[in-house]
């Protein structure tokens, strides 16, 4: 084969970096520590000299032990790259971590609708008495799928009450309706909801629900109160109060109407995607174990008894957030650490006993050189090839390689920094300017309007 299109992978690790002009720079990288290597003298110091030599990407082993027995040992032997001449860099670029967005939907009159108006549907309609109001609420997704083995949906039902008797004039218009009422019921139905909760109407509590209804009310059009479902925890109350300090905070079991007619009071209920999966501890981790990564999506719409919604189009119904996947997760970072660590024939074992003595361990948890599942880490990217000039083909070709820098958040306005610049500096000093960055940071969502986590 002439061209193979896949480049090779090391995967390195970075806690700290050791800036190659620093005087103090040695060879003796610890855990997490990481330099740049001069290929030629190994020394970090020779490496930003405007030469254009070879350079090594180098951090040190995660591993306690140098030997596992009396005879065999390595483990603590540095992690290197292949040579990577400036010339022949083809790309560097950036794999920003972000945090996982939650999907929220709002009907009615919430915060988020009164300073986001929706271009479509009346966002304080009137509820009247003796008539049902039909929602039907969708929650589709990788989550849903696992759990259902199809998309999750609900229809829930809302009744106005009975209207005053008036068996003398059968003409007097319908009576408007507390529209927190009309709310509530659907935000129980749904909170009750086997499908997309998974609570039922006994009342247990489901710690990992797909989706969290919140009740809002607002005194003449504007939003004073939030009410969450019964048992919701009081650290989210909390959270919830000091987000916004003058609102009532309370459970919508302990709702009092203050609804009055004319006045312009309105109602809301908003849908937070709330999807949290269960996952086995560091110590009894796999590789081969399943981590979720898209978050559920919540659609929802007004419908007449049949179940159509074209009926219906008059309240209205806006995304705050669609949801919006992770990017860095731990997860990911670890199989790619183990993956390149095997290459190197440090094998993360199945067997946890075997991975014990072989100090597998060591490749996850919270310290230097090891990664945190539960973490977001940034990427840099560094592609070079190295040209094949004796080739048995006959073909003159290139391997590629790609070296991978995972770093934690906190070191991407630091160590992270300085490791840019002097990888710049030395693509520069060859007049091979390939660093960009692709890949975004911001978050889609930065503060949810309805807090649901503590």
């Given at each position: 084969?002439?061209?193979f ?168 218009a ?64 909390a ?28 109602a ?40 159509s ?11 705050e ?39 597998g ?15 977001l880490?940034?990427?840099?990217m ?23 820098v ?6 991407r306005g ?18 091979n300017?390939c ?20």
């Amino acid at each position: 084969m002439a061209y193979f299109n896949h480049a090779f992978r090391k995967t390195f690790v970075m806690s700290e970096y050791v800036a190659p002009g620093n005087a103090t720079t040695t060879g003796a990288l610890t855990s997490g520590q990481l330099s740049l290597f001069n290929a030629q003298t190994f020394a970090p110091s020779d490496v930003l000299t405007p030469e254009c030599c070879q350079f090594l990407v180098v951090s040190g082993a995660p591993y306690t032990n140098d030997r596992v027995g009396p005879f065999h040992g390595g483990y603590q032997e540095s992690i290197k790259s292949k040579g990577i001449n400036p010339r022949y860099v083809t790309k560097v670029w950036d794999g920003l971590a972000h945090a996982a967005q939650n999907s929220i939907l709002h009907i009615g009159t919430t915060a988020w609708t009164v300073a986001n108006p929706p271009a479509a549907g009346n966002c304080c309609p009137t509820f009247l008495c003796g008539e049902n109001y039909h929602l039907r609420v969708d929650v589709k997704g990788s989550p849903a799928l696992r759990m259902l083995n199809h998309q999750g949906y609900v229809e829930v039902t809302a009744y106005g009450g009975c209207c005053p008797d008036q068996p003398d004039d059968p003409l007097i218009a319908p009576v408007e309706v507390d529209p927190a009422s009309i709310m509530i019921q659907w935000a129980t139905g749904i909170w009750e909801s086997v499908v997309v909760t998974g609570n039922g109407p006994n009342g247990r509590i489901n710690p990992a629900p797909l989706l969290i209804p919140v009740v809002s009310f607002a005194t003449a059009g504007v939003v004073d109160a939030l009410y969450y479902p019964p048992g919701t925890d009081a650290a989210v109350l909390a959270a919830a109060a000091i987000q916004y300090p003058a609102y009532t905070i309370d459970t919508w079991d302990n709702y009092v109407s203050t609804w009055v007619l004319g006045n312009g009071d309105c109602a809301g209920l908003s849908l937070i995607g709330a999807y949290e999966e269960t996952r086995f501890g560091d110590c009894t981790f796999q590789p081969s174990d399943f981590y979720e990564t898209e978050p559920v999506r919540i659609y929802a719409s007004e419908v007449d008894l049949t179940g159509s919604p074209c009926e219906f189009t008059g309240i209205c119904i806006a995304h705050e957030c669609e949801g919006r996947k992770a990017n860095g997760l731990g997860e990911t970072a670890l199989r790619d650490f183990i993956l390149s660590e095997s290459y190197r024939q440090n094998h993360f074992a199945t067997d946890l006993r075997i991975r014990e003595i072989t100090q597998g361990n060591d490749m996850l948890g919270t310290g230097p050189g090891q990664i945190d599942r539960t973490g977001l880490y940034d990427r840099l990217m560094v592609l070079h090839s190295v040209p094949r000039f004796n080739n048995p083909s006959g073909t003159f070709d290139n391997d590629q390689y790609l070296v991978e820098v995972l770093t934690p958040l906190a070191l991407r306005g630091t160590d992270r920094a300085d490791l840019v610049t002097d990888l710049q500096t030395i693509l520069d000093a060859c007049g091979n300017p390939c660093y960009q960055q692709a890949a975004e940071d911001a978050d889609a969502c930065p503060t949810p309007s309805i807090p649901v986590t503590a």
